[in-house]
Protein backbone atom coordinates (compact mmCIF):
# COMPACT_ATOMS: atom_id res chain seq x y z
CA UNK A 1 0.00 0.00 0.00
CA UNK A 2 1.53 3.07 -1.44
CA UNK A 3 -1.15 5.51 -1.08
CA UNK A 4 -2.96 7.75 1.61
CA UNK A 5 -5.32 6.30 3.82
CA UNK A 6 -7.26 8.16 6.20
CA UNK A 7 -9.82 7.05 8.80
CA UNK A 8 -12.73 6.64 9.48
CA UNK A 9 -14.37 7.53 6.29
CA UNK A 10 -17.63 9.17 8.00
CA UNK A 11 -18.51 10.63 11.56
CA UNK A 12 -21.21 12.04 12.94
CA UNK A 13 -20.42 13.95 16.35
CA UNK A 14 -22.79 16.23 18.44
CA UNK A 15 -21.57 19.84 18.93
CA UNK A 16 -19.17 20.42 21.79
CA UNK A 17 -17.86 17.15 21.41
CA UNK A 18 -14.00 16.30 20.16
CA UNK A 19 -13.21 14.17 17.12
CA UNK A 20 -9.89 12.64 15.85
CA UNK A 21 -9.30 12.20 12.60
CA UNK A 22 -5.90 9.57 11.27
CA UNK A 23 -3.70 9.90 8.38
CA UNK A 24 -1.42 7.47 6.76
CA UNK A 25 1.24 9.26 4.76
CA UNK A 26 2.59 8.01 1.32
CA UNK A 27 5.31 5.62 1.50
CA UNK A 28 8.47 7.91 1.01
CA UNK A 29 6.81 11.32 2.13
CA UNK A 30 7.90 13.00 4.99
CA UNK A 31 4.97 15.70 5.16
CA UNK A 32 1.42 15.68 5.99
CA UNK A 33 -0.82 18.78 5.23
CA UNK A 34 -4.49 18.91 6.30
CA UNK A 35 -7.60 20.64 4.21
CA UNK A 36 -11.11 21.49 5.79
CA UNK A 37 -14.01 21.05 2.38
CA UNK A 38 -17.31 22.13 3.19
CA UNK A 39 -19.90 21.79 0.51
CA UNK A 40 -19.60 23.29 -2.50
CA UNK A 41 -16.42 25.57 -2.05
CA UNK A 42 -12.37 24.01 -2.00
CA UNK A 43 -10.25 22.75 0.04
CA UNK A 44 -9.15 25.17 2.96
CA UNK A 45 -5.55 24.62 4.35
CA UNK A 46 -5.58 24.03 7.99
CA UNK A 47 -1.93 23.15 8.81
CA UNK A 48 1.16 21.27 7.62
CA UNK A 49 3.17 18.52 9.67
CA UNK A 50 6.71 18.13 9.02
CA UNK A 51 9.49 15.95 10.67
CA UNK A 52 6.56 15.85 13.69
CA UNK A 53 6.52 19.78 13.88
CA UNK A 54 3.95 22.04 12.27
CA UNK A 55 5.29 23.62 9.67
CA UNK A 56 2.55 26.04 7.89
CA UNK A 57 -1.26 27.21 9.70
CA UNK A 58 -4.04 28.31 7.85
CA UNK A 59 -6.64 30.75 9.56
CA UNK A 60 -7.80 28.09 11.75
CA UNK A 61 -8.69 28.03 15.56
CA UNK A 62 -6.56 26.63 18.04
CA UNK A 63 -9.35 23.98 18.97
CA UNK A 64 -8.07 22.78 15.43
CA UNK A 65 -4.59 20.63 16.48
CA UNK A 66 -2.71 17.75 14.79
CA UNK A 67 -0.25 15.34 15.18
CA UNK A 68 3.07 13.82 13.54
CA UNK A 69 4.42 10.28 14.21
CA UNK A 70 7.96 9.10 13.25
CA UNK A 71 6.30 7.00 10.83
CA UNK A 72 5.19 10.33 9.25
CA UNK A 73 1.26 9.55 9.85
CA UNK A 74 -0.92 11.61 11.96
CA UNK A 75 -3.74 12.94 13.38
CA UNK A 76 -6.39 16.08 13.07
CA UNK A 77 -7.64 16.84 16.78
CA UNK A 78 -10.38 19.11 16.67
CA UNK A 79 -12.00 20.47 20.03
CA UNK A 80 -15.63 21.99 21.36
CA UNK A 81 -17.06 21.23 17.94
CA UNK A 82 -19.22 23.47 16.09
CA UNK A 83 -22.14 23.09 13.54
CA UNK A 84 -19.32 25.01 10.84
CA UNK A 85 -17.26 21.94 11.40
CA UNK A 86 -19.41 19.90 9.31
CA UNK A 87 -17.20 19.35 6.72
CA UNK A 88 -14.80 17.12 4.67
CA UNK A 89 -11.47 17.21 5.77
CA UNK A 90 -8.22 15.79 3.57
CA UNK A 91 -5.28 14.58 4.51
CA UNK A 92 -2.49 14.98 1.72
CA UNK A 93 0.73 13.60 1.94
CA UNK A 94 4.38 15.37 -0.10
CA UNK A 95 7.87 15.76 0.35
CA UNK A 96 9.94 18.30 1.96
CA UNK A 97 11.55 20.58 0.53
CA UNK A 98 9.03 19.87 -2.40
CA UNK A 99 10.60 19.55 -6.07
CA UNK A 100 7.80 19.79 -8.75
CA UNK A 101 5.65 17.96 -8.05
CA UNK A 102 1.59 17.43 -7.09
CA UNK A 103 0.00 16.07 -3.50
CA UNK A 104 -1.26 12.64 -2.73
CA UNK A 105 -4.31 13.32 -1.51
CA UNK A 106 -6.65 10.31 0.77
CA UNK A 107 -10.11 9.79 0.48
CA UNK A 108 -10.87 12.27 2.86
CA UNK A 109 -13.12 12.11 6.26
CA UNK A 110 -16.81 13.22 6.10
CA UNK A 111 -17.43 14.94 9.50
CA UNK A 112 -21.59 15.93 9.99
CA UNK A 113 -21.47 18.30 13.60
CA UNK A 114 -25.52 17.79 14.41
CA UNK B 1 -8.44 32.25 1.80
CA UNK B 2 -8.84 31.25 -1.89
CA UNK B 3 -5.98 32.41 -4.40
CA UNK B 4 -6.96 30.80 -7.53
CA UNK B 5 -10.52 31.28 -8.93
CA UNK B 6 -11.83 28.76 -11.35
CA UNK B 7 -14.39 29.98 -14.64
CA UNK B 8 -16.78 28.94 -14.79
CA UNK B 9 -18.32 27.28 -12.15
CA UNK B 10 -19.93 25.09 -13.76
CA UNK B 11 -20.13 23.65 -17.03
CA UNK B 12 -22.37 20.61 -18.73
CA UNK B 13 -21.50 19.15 -22.09
CA UNK B 14 -22.02 16.77 -24.40
CA UNK B 15 -19.88 13.05 -24.66
CA UNK B 16 -16.97 13.92 -27.34
CA UNK B 17 -17.44 17.71 -27.00
CA UNK B 18 -14.09 19.32 -25.16
CA UNK B 19 -14.31 21.00 -22.05
CA UNK B 20 -12.24 24.10 -21.24
CA UNK B 21 -11.39 25.51 -17.70
CA UNK B 22 -10.09 28.48 -16.66
CA UNK B 23 -7.64 29.72 -13.44
CA UNK B 24 -7.01 32.68 -12.82
CA UNK B 25 -4.44 33.69 -9.20
CA UNK B 26 -3.07 36.62 -7.70
CA UNK B 27 0.87 36.12 -6.31
CA UNK B 28 3.55 34.87 -8.27
CA UNK B 29 3.95 30.96 -8.37
CA UNK B 30 6.45 28.24 -8.36
CA UNK B 31 4.18 25.99 -9.94
CA UNK B 32 -0.06 25.14 -10.64
CA UNK B 33 -1.54 21.87 -10.71
CA UNK B 34 -4.90 20.95 -11.84
CA UNK B 35 -6.95 18.31 -9.60
CA UNK B 36 -10.16 15.94 -10.13
CA UNK B 37 -12.63 15.57 -7.61
CA UNK B 38 -15.04 12.62 -7.58
CA UNK B 39 -18.25 13.00 -5.42
CA UNK B 40 -16.69 14.68 -2.58
CA UNK B 41 -14.21 12.08 -2.43
CA UNK B 42 -9.93 12.80 -2.46
CA UNK B 43 -8.42 14.86 -4.85
CA UNK B 44 -6.49 13.17 -7.94
CA UNK B 45 -3.52 14.78 -9.16
CA UNK B 46 -3.79 15.39 -13.31
CA UNK B 47 -1.02 17.68 -14.15
CA UNK B 48 1.70 20.35 -13.14
CA UNK B 49 3.20 22.97 -14.91
CA UNK B 50 5.58 24.83 -13.96
CA UNK B 51 6.36 28.51 -13.98
CA UNK B 52 8.91 28.70 -17.05
CA UNK B 53 6.25 26.46 -19.16
CA UNK B 54 3.82 27.64 -21.16
CA UNK B 55 1.79 24.71 -22.50
CA UNK B 56 2.10 20.74 -21.29
CA UNK B 57 0.10 17.98 -22.49
CA UNK B 58 -0.93 14.80 -20.51
CA UNK B 59 -3.09 11.97 -22.24
CA UNK B 60 -6.28 14.12 -23.04
CA UNK B 61 -5.29 17.16 -20.83
CA UNK B 62 -3.73 20.46 -22.39
CA UNK B 63 -2.69 22.95 -19.73
CA UNK B 64 -1.81 26.52 -20.67
CA UNK B 65 0.37 28.80 -18.07
CA UNK B 66 0.33 32.55 -18.62
CA UNK B 67 2.44 33.84 -15.86
CA UNK B 68 1.78 37.99 -17.54
CA UNK B 69 -2.19 37.44 -17.23
CA UNK B 70 -1.55 35.11 -14.09
CA UNK B 71 -3.77 32.81 -15.31
CA UNK B 72 -3.96 28.74 -16.38
CA UNK B 73 -6.55 26.65 -18.75
CA UNK B 74 -7.34 23.16 -18.51
CA UNK B 75 -8.52 21.54 -21.90
CA UNK B 76 -10.22 18.07 -21.91
CA UNK B 77 -10.81 16.46 -25.37
CA UNK B 78 -13.27 14.39 -26.44
CA UNK B 79 -15.02 14.23 -23.00
CA UNK B 80 -16.06 10.90 -21.63
CA UNK B 81 -18.76 10.61 -18.92
CA UNK B 82 -16.24 9.53 -16.74
CA UNK B 83 -15.00 12.65 -16.93
CA UNK B 84 -18.01 14.29 -14.75
CA UNK B 85 -16.02 15.46 -11.76
CA UNK B 86 -15.09 18.93 -9.84
CA UNK B 87 -12.12 20.51 -11.38
CA UNK B 88 -10.10 22.72 -8.91
CA UNK B 89 -6.32 24.79 -9.94
CA UNK B 90 -4.21 25.04 -6.79
CA UNK B 91 -0.81 27.49 -6.79
CA UNK B 92 2.35 26.28 -5.35
CA UNK B 93 4.63 29.21 -4.61
CA UNK B 94 7.46 27.31 -3.62
CA UNK B 95 7.30 25.24 -0.36
CA UNK B 96 4.33 26.86 0.73
CA UNK B 97 0.97 24.97 1.07
CA UNK B 98 -1.05 24.59 -2.23
CA UNK B 99 -3.52 27.16 -1.85
CA UNK B 100 -6.85 25.99 -3.68
CA UNK B 101 -9.45 27.24 -6.12
CA UNK B 102 -13.33 26.50 -5.48
CA UNK B 103 -13.45 24.55 -8.77
CA UNK B 104 -15.22 24.07 -11.61
CA UNK B 105 -17.91 21.35 -12.05
CA UNK B 106 -17.96 19.70 -15.27
CA UNK B 107 -20.92 17.37 -16.66
CA UNK B 108 -20.67 15.30 -19.16
CA UNK B 109 -23.83 13.91 -20.61
CA UNK B 110 -23.61 10.80 -22.49
Known amino acids: ETGVTQSPTHLIKTRGQQVTLRCSSQ?????VSWYQQALGQGPQFIFQ???????GRGNFPPRFSGLQFPNYSSELNVNALELDDSALYLC?????????????FGSGTRLTVV | SQQGEEDPQALSIQEGENATMNCSYK?????LQWYRQNSGRGLVHLIL?????REKHSGRLRVTLDTSKKSSSLLITASRAADTASYFC??????????FGKGTRLSVIA
Open chain 2, 27 to 31: TSINN
Open chain 2, 90 to 99: ATDEGNTPLV
Open chain 2, 49 to 53: IRSNE
Open chain 1, 49 to 55: YYREEEN
Open chain 1, 27 to 31: SGHNT
Open chain 1, 92 to 104: ASSSWPRANYGYT
